[in-house]
């Protein structure tokens, strides 16, 4: 009889004991990460990509959408664990200590609605339009038709890239601006004869067409215009910051990036 009692107390010990521990699926899931995004990596990649991340690890994500510059402030003030900018971290910004992971190599695509008849523009004829030196589709060989030109805020990465690579630091002459970057692709939507800029990632939608740059389309790898998209940490990247990063980095987050047509970082994007 006592030997019964003792088998049965050693069972609801061992009952206790396995009540008492949680299950690892519930723990990852008290697991946040605050991660402040750029309207264009969001938009491409991260609004299917944090889904994906979620499912297979239980981590959950607490996602900001804002611009490049204020993702980096908000990781600096500790309110963000992880930021992604459109923009190359500035040397200054190393200096306390923040650690910059490029991922991608996206071109920064030229959009106009599929009402427009054209399929390309010249670097000369692009820079006259986005200067107002053009002014009408007929003059590059299009409809009579007033262009609308619409650009992101000029605190967006996409803004920056813009005027520093294809206008080379002219002043943009625009009719619409835009807070976010990705604003600009539902303008062009609804505007037949309006133009814009964007990552190509962002801009796949329907109602919007590429156009082309002396001939070579975005997806070409001489396109001649891309912008570096990066994570940005505080120091080394580790725990599940890190899990986070190196899932895009293998073989199932790269998948999703061939998926809608974003290119793996190069060099010579810079």
């Known amino acids: 009889m006592k030997r019964i009692s003792l088998i049965v107390l050693i069972i609801c010990a061992m009952a206790l004991s396995f009540s008492l521990i949680e299950p690892a699926g519930s723990i990852r899931a008290e697991e946040i990460i605050k991660y402040s995004c750029s309207p264009q990596i969001y938009e491409a990649l991260e609004k299917v990509r944090i889904d994906a991340f979620t499912k297979k690890t239980g981590i959950k994500i607490d996602v900001d959408v804002c611009s ?40 920064l695509a030229i959009i106009v609605n599929v009402q427009n008849p054209l399929t390309g523009v010249t670097e000369e004829e692009l820079k006259e339009i986005f200067s107002g030196s053009i002014t009408n589709w007929k003059e590059i060989g299009g409809p009579d038709k007033p262009i609308a030109v619409i650009v992101p805020g000029k605190n967006t990465a ?7 690579k294809p206008m080379q630091r002219q002043i943009i002459a625009y009719d619409l ?13 609804r505007f037949p004869w309006s133009i814009s800029f964007i990552s190509q990632g962002a801009a796949r939608q329907e109602g919007i ?10 997806m070409d790898r001489d396109y001649p215009y891309c912008q570096v998209f990066s994570f940005v940490t505080k120091g080394k990247p580790s725990g599940p910051v890190k899990e986070f ?21 190069s060099e010579e994007c810079e």
């Open 68 to 107: 490049s510059p204020t993702a980096v402030r908000l990781l600096m003030r500790d309110m963000s664990d992880v930021a992604a900018t459109a923009w190359r971290l500035y040397p200054r910004y190393k200096v306390y200590g923040l650690w910059e992971i490029p991922f991608s190599s996206d071109p």
């Open 158 to 164: 996409a803004y920056k890239n813009f005027s520093r």
């Open 177 to 189: 601006i835009g807070y976010k970057s990705t604003m600009v692709v539902e303008v062009v939507r």
């Open 209 to 218: 067409k590429f156009l082309k740059v002396d001939g070579v389309d975005p």
């Open 245 to 265: 990063i190196d899932h895009l980095m293998f073989r199932e987050g790269k998948e999703i990036m061939n998926k809608i047509g974003m290119m793996p970082f």
